[in-house]
């Protein structure tokens, strides 16, 4: 077994390599006075830079967190290593042969453990599809990427490849330089199947997909021939070293510009292909997710590459059929935790990047993307589709349904201006939508705080908050951060009834009660997902809801659920919960009471409204004997 690897080498590999290099491309570093950088801490979510290095110590620190370290420390943090795994990689980035302390100064043989051997394995993967491209067999991918505009200079700047059809060229090619077929499969290059291993991508073109630092952690295929009975994409599955949700492909390219422009700006396309061309034209920021929607952990690496200037932009660019219309959705949802003004920018006649460039030249993409259109506008736009607005009741509607998009906002003049805005698309007078505005913003939002952009984040979309974080934070929905009032304390006993004794009582009376919406937000978030499940009778179906509770609402849940039931017994906790699900019932029917009530004074008591009125209220009162007789 071979030794260590000797102190000086450990030595020589740390002098030689400037922590600033390092960390610098995973966070964006600013001068924070002499001799000190500081950037968003990368262990951490904050919106205020708390995370400090010095580079002539080549050391780093979070005043936020804690967490501090050398440069090996950094990457066996960040990149789940082993010492030495960190000191191997810095080694090979410095050019340095290491030795080992058992050897006499001898070179030391590989003996890369797990992971290190997965980047190898990726690498040399992409090496291999890379000069495939350039075979006879790969001329379907060079027509495919010619068809879109790039060239063998575009395929080799983005390391484009080509798999080939047969269903072992991968595994005999890497296997002959030392691979085994367990680290191959590990790191998904190979399939298992019923009669034994083969290539996972075959008969494709193959993009490399790097992480921030450049090394090749997965990639991406599209098939090219028809008896191929695969997705038209397809991935390379979660492995250690690859999670797609915290992937964006390009950003290895992308990067640096992101930080360097004025303002800085990173474009989100939806492909492989988009990124190219977006990149081919001039747009350097370009980048993609791979294979799942824009999410909080894509949110959490731009935000440390972009670092905390305040006029920092994200664009999305979406297909406008409903899929990208969903996908833009979720996108706004998301990109209101960035510290950054997003935008959405569609292409004329709905072309997408690459299509866009092919069709009409690389500056018909970079307008494309200059005239980008505020996210805002485009949720407003988003909410009044399908609206009828020549009816009084549809320009109510729409009033009704983007005013709480303007209440979001911090910005007074913002929202002053996006007043105007939904007035002359509503052709309601001004006034009209500030009064609604003024009645959304005045609706209880406990757990909101504001964002940079404009926008008041409801407690729905909050994040644990952390000591280090100077910025506005957002916290998650706890027991004791719900108000203590009478309408809000029924519907946490209520929520903690039902995910604790739920199975044991009237299960149409259950379900009665989830059909009712709640007035609090969290508890309001909890009862949907608590109604979603299918049969609460079933074991675990209580647990199962809990961890489906959207953040920051799962901790509230999860509280709910283990808390201590407000009963000295379990017979009478049963009870209780039964009651609280009557009581649920009960408020409903009063309030349809009330509102009947209001109505049947605005009616004849003779004519047929009125009757009909009356015969609700009836049957309201029938429906409210039986549950108080029940209970």
């Known amino acids: 077994m071979a030794g260590r690897i000797v102190q000086a080498d450990v030595d020589e590999v740390k002098a030689r390599t400037n922590i600033a290099d390092v960390i610098g491309e995973r966070v964006a570093l600013k001068s924070a006075g002499v001799g000190s950088l500081k950037g968003l801490c990368p262990f951490h979510d904050e919106r205020s830079p708390s995370f400090h290095v010095r580079p002539q110590v080549g050391f780093y620190h979070c005043f936020g967190c804690g967490e501090s370290g050398d440069v090996y420390t950094f990457l066996q943090r960040m990149d789940h290593l082993s010492f030495t795994e960190a000191v191997e990689r810095l080694a090979a980035r410095v050019g340095l042969t290491l030795h080992m302390e058992e050897g006499g100064g001898a070179p030391r043989e590989r003996e890369t453990s797990g992971r290190a051997r997965l980047y190898e394995a990726n690498g040399a993967a992409a090496e291999f599809y890379r000069a495939q491209l350039m075979t006879p067999e790969a001329e379907p991918g060079r027509r495919f990427l010619?068809?879109?505009?790039?060239?063998?200079?575009?395929?080799?700047?983005?390391?484009?490849?080509?798999?080939?059809?047969?269903?072992?060229?991968?595994?005999?090619?890497?296997?002959?330089?030392?691979?085994?077929?367990?680290?191959?499969?590990?790191a998904g290059l190979l399939s298992q199947g019923q009669r034994g291993v083969y290539d996972r991508f075959r008969g494709r073109v193959v993009w490399p997909i790097r992480d921030v630092t450049?090394?090749?952690?997965?990639?991406?295929a599209r098939k090219l021939f028809e008896d191929d009975g695969g997705p038209k994409y397809l991935n390379t599955p979660e492995?250690?070293?690859?999670?797609?949700?915290?992937?964006?492909?390009?950003?290895?390219?992308?990067?640096?510009?992101?930080?360097?422009?004025?303002?800085?700006?990173?474009?989100?396309?939806?492909?492989?292909?988009?990124?190219?061309?977006?990149?081919?034209?001039?747009?350097?920021?370009?980048?993609?997710?791979?294979?799942?929607?824009?999410?909080?952990?894509?949110?959490?690496?731009?935000?440390?590459?972009?670092?905390e200037n305040a006029s920092a932009e994200i664009v999305f660019t979406f297909d406008p059929d409903a899929a990208g219309q969903k996908a833009a959705v979720r996108a706004f949802t998301e990109a209101r935790n960035l510290n950054a003004t997003s935008f959405v920018a569609v292409g004329p006649d709905g072309l997408d990047p690459c299509d866009l460039r092919l069709k009409k030249g690389d500056q018909a993409v970079v307008s494309m993307i200059e005239a980008k259109a505020?996210?805002?506008?485009?949720?407003?736009?988003?909410?009044?589709?399908?609206?009828?607005?020549?009816?009084?009741?549809?320009?109510?509607?729409?009033?009704?349904?983007?005013?709480?998009?303007l209440a979001d906002m911090r910005d007074e003049g913002l929202r002053h201006g996006y007043e105007h805005l939904l007035?002359?698309?509503?052709?309601?007078?001004?006034?009209?939508?500030?009064?609604?505005?003024?009645?959304?913003?005045?609706?209880?939002?406990?757990?909101?705080?504001?964002?940079?952009?404009g926008a008041r984040r409801d407690s729905s979309e909050s994040t644990a908050s952390d000591p280090g974080d100077q910025g506005p934070s957002m916290v998650a929905v706890t027991m004791a951060s719900l108000p203590r009032t009478p309408e809000v304390s029924l519907e946490r006993d209520a929520i903690?009834?039902?995910?604790?004794?739920?199975?044991?009582?009237?299960?149409?009376?259950?379900?009665?009660?989830?059909?009712?919406?709640?007035?609090?937000?969290?508890?309001?978030?909890?009862?949907?997902?608590?109604?979603?499940?299918?049969?609460?009778?079933?074991?675990?179906?209580?647990?199962?809801?809990?961890?489906?509770?959207?953040?920051?609402?799962?901790?509230?849940?999860?509280?709910?659920?283990?808390?201590?039931?407000?009963?000295?017994?379990?017979?009478?906790?049963?009870?209780?919960?039964?009651?609280?699900?009557?009581?649920?019932?009960?408020?409903?029917?009063?309030?349809?009471?009330?509102?009947?009530?209001?109505?049947?004074?605005?009616?004849?008591?003779?004519?047929?409204?009125?009757?009909?009125?009356r015969v609700q209220l009836r049957e309201i009162d029938a429906q409210r004997q039986l549950l108080v007789g029940d209970a």
């Open 374 to 405: 505020p996210m805002f506008e485009f949720m407003i736009d988003q909410r009044l589709s399908g609206v009828d607005l020549g009816t009084v009741e549809g320009r109510l509607r729409g009033l009704q349904s983007t005013a709480p998009l």
């Open 496 to 613: 903690q009834g039902f995910l604790q004794y739920g199975h044991r009582i009237d299960q149409a009376d259950l379900r009665a009660a989830l059909d009712e919406t709640f007035r609090h937000p969290a508890l309001e978030a909890i009862r949907s997902t608590i109604a979603a499940v299918p049969d609460h009778t079933l074991p675990g179906w209580a647990v199962a809801a809990v961890q489906a509770v959207r953040e920051p609402y799962r901790t509230l849940a999860a509280e709910l659920l283990t808390a201590a039931f407000p009963a000295s017994n379990d017979a009478l906790a049963v009870t209780t919960t039964q009651e609280l699900a009557h009581n649920i019932r009960l408020r409903a029917l009063d309030r349809t009471k009330r509102e009947l009530l209001g109505a049947i004074q605005r009616v004849p008591a003779d004519s047929e409204e009125g009757r009909a009125v």
């Open 146 to 186: 010619g068809e879109r505009g790039f060239d063998a200079g575009a395929a080799a700047h983005f390391g484009v490849g080509f798999a080939p059809k047969g269903w072992s060229s991968l595994l005999d090619a890497l296997t002959a330089k030392g691979f085994t077929r367990d680290e191959l499969i590990t």
């Open 214 to 220: 450049g090394q090749v952690i997965g990639f991406g």
């Open 423 to 453: 007035s002359r698309r509503l052709g309601e007078e001004l006034g009209q939508v500030r009064r609604e505005v003024g009645r959304a913003m005045r609706r209880p939002a406990e757990g909101a705080t504001p964002t940079r952009d």
């Open 239 to 307: 492995t250690p070293i690859y999670k797609k949700a915290q992937v964006l492909y390009g950003l290895d390219l992308a990067k640096r510009d992101i930080g360097r422009g004025d303002p800085p700006r990173v474009v989100v396309v939806e492909g492989y292909t988009d990124v190219m061309a977006c990149h081919l034209a001039g747009i350097t920021t370009a980048v993609a997710t791979c294979g799942t929607s824009f999410g909080a952990d894509h949110i959490s690496v731009l935000r440390r590459i972009l670092g």
